[in-house]
């Protein structure tokens, strides 16, 4: 087995596919209608595009559990998805001036440095170096 | 030091508290971790790793270990592999490649490749070109 998908629950698909191309720099990868209101849609990293996929998954949209958990997690400041970068304070300043909210500033701890932004559609998402 | 009042703040604050707070130790981690990633290349061995820390070789292990998870030896391993799928990317020699990154031996590279990445390094290659041509045909 191989770790090709991973998930994020988005409250609006057509936005969050706006903020993670335009914003973070993904890249649209599959792109497939299921319903009226739902699609398959994945993004990838731009520099590995054969890399593990994000589905961007409209789940709090149709099942009421994802959402209140959503909730849940961001209310708490928890970032339940990462992505890895060579320089978060060079990420951050890139991010700030295309408006995105940070709720932890680069902070270095231990043996990584973190950020955590919030992405529009109701998730925390952190950056992290290494050190 | 986070100081805002979310449950994660919190949570993060108790850890870099009371995990990260031997900063003797996390400078000697991340020098090293530093020191492989500039000489990844090299014939790198923890007595040599060890002298440019000034610490006994099996407590660096200890270390390394313990902050990051993984001994260097492993993590060695995977900075070369990661740097080998780059030059292989760009055109370069399986050979080339192999010597380029610290790799004793082809034969070991490729054993070694096919088992962290699923491929030979040359099917891995085949497949960069390969994607690389697809993209350009649209």
Redesign the interface.
């Known amino acids: 087995m191989k770790v090709k998908v991973t998930s994020i629950p988005v409250q609006d698909q057509e936005k969050a596919l706006q903020f993670y191309t335009e914003k973070l720099g993904f890249v649209k990868k599959v792109d497939v209608p299921l319903s009226e209101h739902s699609r398959w849609l994945t993004v990838v990293s731009k520099e590995d595009q054969e890399g593990v996929e994000i589905l961007l998954e409209p789940a709090p949209n149709h099942f009421e559990p994802s959402k209140i958990y959503q909730q849940a997690l961001f209310e708490a400041g928890i970032p339940y998805t990462q992505f890895n970068s060579d320089d978060v304070q060079r990420d951050y300043e890139r991010l700030i001036d295309l408006g995105v909210e940070f709720s932890v500033k680069p902070t270095a701890m231990g043996t990584v440095k973190i950020a955590v932004f919030n992405d529009t559609c109701g998730n925390n998402i952190q950056i992290v170096e290494m050190l | 030091?986070?100081e805002?009042s979310?449950?994660?703040?919190k949570q993060?604050g108790k850890?870099?508290n009371e995990?990260?707070a031997n900063e003797g130790q996390?400078n000697a981690?991340?020098g090293t971790?530093k020191y492989i990633d500039n000489h990844f290349d090299k014939d790198l061995k923890l007595d040599l790793l060890s002298d440019v820390r000034f610490t006994s070789k099996f407590h660096l292990l200890r270390l390394f270990k313990k902050?990051?998870g993984q001994t260097p030896k492993q993590y060695i391993i995977g900075k070369r592999i990661e740097k080998a799928k780059e030059f292989l990317k760009k055109g370069r020699t399986i050979t080339d490649t192999c010597f380029e990154v610290g790799f004793d031996t082809p034969s070991s590279f490729s054993t070694l490749f096919k088992c962290r990445v699923?491929l030979t390094p040359t099917e891995f290659q085949k497949?960069a070109t390969f994607?690389k041509f697809d993209k350009f045909s649209f």
């Open positions: 030091m986070i805002e979310t449950y994660y703040f993060a850890v870099m995990y990260y996390l981690v991340i971790r902050y990051y699923g497949r994607t």
